[in-house]
């Protein structure tokens, strides 16, 4: 019975990472964790930086919970962020095209 109590809270809380794009060069993972915090924990982030100015690249990674993570999509998709629309999207993944590796 334990075994079965414990699957069932790994199925609720289920993470899904999301895509963060269209991020201004100013962005911090303080201010875009504000910014998600209203729709629900944010259990992770990482943004994409510069190495050598150590500016945000515009784009970056965060995990929520499912249902969250679907609140967020629809609240913040689209939505005007310090001058820039953001695109927030799941994480795809996938390859993109046909690559299946290098060609020899």
């Known amino acids: 019975m334990r075994g079965f109590f414990i699957k069932s809270i790994k199925r609720r809380c289920t993470l899904k990472k999301l895509y963060v794009g269209s991020l201004p060069p100013t962005s911090t993972e303080n201010g875009v ?3 998600f915090s209203q729709y629900g924990r ?3 982030i990482k943004l994409a930086k510069d190495l050598f100015s150590g500016t945000c690249k515009g784009f970056g990674f ?3 919970e499912g249902h969250e993570a679907r609140a967020a999509i629809a609240g ?3 939505k005007s962020w310090e001058g820039n ?3 927030v999207r799941f ?3 996938r390859a993109r095209g046909n690559n299946r590796g290098r060609r020899r």
């Open 33 to 35: 964790q504000e910014l």
């Open 42 to 44: 944010v259990h992770s």
């Open 62 to 64: 965060l995990e929520m």
């Open 76 to 78: 913040l998709d689209g």
């Open 85 to 87: 629309f953001l695109k």
């Open 91 to 93: 994480e795809d993944n």
